[in-house]
């Protein structure tokens, strides 16, 4: 399965905030750290705000922080949230589909995947690994 791009800024975005939470960062900054169009995080941040996972404050001094605290975020619930389609194959148009085995396997699998990302949070993703802000683009 490949996450769309719209879910993987989605989750650039909570790693980021979530290794800053003592601060409110810019939609610039990230996009610059990142090194990605801040149009489209503009849109990614903009549903991160409206689904609760984000905090926009406005103004000269505003920016955007998270919601919550980054355990009480969860990966699964996050990628369910930004993905569209969970399709892993197109079954649905296929004639064979009502009495082929692969559906269900592929069924199983997804529920799996997703199960796996259910087990963590952000705050998990962030200590697997330890600090990754040093890979970052320097934020000019």
């Known amino acids: 399965m490949r996450l769309t791009r719209y879910t993987d800024y989605a989750m650039r975005v909570l790693l980021y905030l979530a290794q800053r939470p003592d601060r409110l960062c810019s939609i610039a900054e990230v996009s610059s750290a990142y090194a990605v169009s801040n149009n489209h995080l503009m849109k990614v941040v903009n549903d991160l705000v409206n689904a609760g996972y984000l905090e926009s404050v406005r103004g000269r001094y505003g920016g955007i922080r998270l919601a919550r605290p980054a355990s009480e975020i969860n990966v699964g619930t996050v990628v369910r949230h930004t993905e569209d389609d969970f399709e892993l194959a197109g079954c649905g148009a296929c004639i064979i589909a009502p009495a082929c ?35 970052l683009h320097p934020v000019k």
């Open 101 to 135: 085995g692969l559906t269900s396997i592929l069924d199983e699998a997804l529920s799996a995947f997703l199960a796996t990302l259910d087990r963590y949070s952000l705050a998990d993703v962030l200590a697997r690994k330890g600090d990754f802000s040093y890979l």
